[in-house]
C-alpha cells in the first residue's frame, strides 16, 4: 500500500515558479514508477510528466516540456515537480500517481494509487 499527498501548490503569476512534492508513505516507492497528471477547470485529466522507478527515465507532455522538471528522491520516499515559465494554461490541480510498471505506460486507469491533488494557479 502506497499513500500519496501533494503539496506546493499555490498562486504564482505568469513566469514565475513552482515546485510540487509528493511524500510517498511506505517502503516500496522506490519499485514505482511515478507520474503526474493535471486536471484544468472544465477538462478532463491529462498526463504531464514520468518517471522511472530509478529516476533515471523520465517522459514528459509536449506542453510543458523545456518548463517542467521531474525528479525524485527515493531515500525521502518524495517525488518533485519543478514547475517554471508558468503560464495561465497551467492552472489546475496537480495530481502524482504511483504505477507499479513502466514510466511510459499513460493509461489512467492503469494507476495503481493516487494522490488528492494539490491546486496551481496562474494569473496573467
Known amino acids: 500500500q502506497v499513500q500519496l499527498v501533494e503539496s506546493g501548490g499555490g498562486l504564482v503569476q505568469a513566469g514565475g515558479s513552482l515546485r510540487l512534492s509528493c511524500a510517498a508513505s511506505g517502503r516500496t516507492f522506490s519499485t514505482y514508477a511515478m507520474y503526474w497528471f493535471r486536471q484544468a477547470p472544465g477538462k478532463e485529466r491529462e498526463f504531464v510528466v514520468s518517471?522511472?522507478?530509478?529516476?533515471?527515465?523520465?517522459s514528459y507532455a509536449d506542453s510543458v516540456k523545456g518548463r517542467f522538471t521531474i525528479s525524485r528522491d527515493n531515500a525521502k520516499n518524495t517525488l518533485y515537480l519543478q514547475m517554471n515559465s508558468l503560464k495561465p494554461e497551467d492552472t489546475a490541480v496537480y495530481y502524482c500517481?504511483?504505477?507499479?510498471?513502466?514510466?511510459?505506460?499513460?493509461?489512467?486507469?492503469?494507476?495503481?494509487?493516487w494522490g488528492k491533488g494539490t491546486l496551481v494557479t496562474v494569473s496573467s
Open positions: 500517481a504511483a504505477k507499479w510498471g513502466p514510466y511510459r505506460d499513460y493509461d489512467q486507469n492503469g494507476m495503481d494509487y
Open positions: 518517471i522511472s522507478w530509478s529516476g533515471g527515465r523520465t
